[in-house]
């Protein structure tokens, strides 16, 4: 693939690499073409009800129903600023994790294109 998650651990003597075109099972079935992460590390399911992890669901299922061929900035930064509820987690409150993706402690965000010549000046919006 040509793009990957790299988590580092705590004491920095190791990292997870979760690369695009791997398997589609690492992380509520994402598809190989795509890789969301949000505040809870990739291998933590929707099912462990850890926070962060209604979030990332409904951005995968949002970019999912798009599809590979129609995902663009455009439609990312319109994914990122989904203010709805995730169907199935309107009533979380422990943690409250209602799929909202744009979170008000937010402090900014960067869109890059790695295809793009390599002089970028980022979008980037801050709260």
Request: no cysteine; net charge negative.
């Amino acid at each position: 693939g040509q793009g990957a998650i790299v988590t580092r651990f705590g004491n920095a003597s190791s990292a997870d690499v979760w690369a695009l075109e791997s398997s589609a099972g690492l992380s509520d079935g994402q598809p190989p073409w795509l890789r969301v992460q949000t505040n809870v590390d990739h291998w933590v399911p929707i099912s462990s009800g850890a926070y962060a992890t209604h979030r990332r669901q409904h951005v995968v299922e949002l970019l999912t129903g798009l599809g590979q061929r129609n995902v663009n900035k455009s439609s990312l930064m319109t994914t990122y600023l989904t203010d709805t509820v995730r169907s199935g987690s309107e009533n979380r409150t422990s943690p409250e994790d209602t799929g909202v993706i744009l979170r008000p402690t937010t402090i900014a965000t960067v869109l890059l294109d790695p295809s793009a010549p390599s002089v970028q000046v980022p979008d980037s919006w801050h709260w």
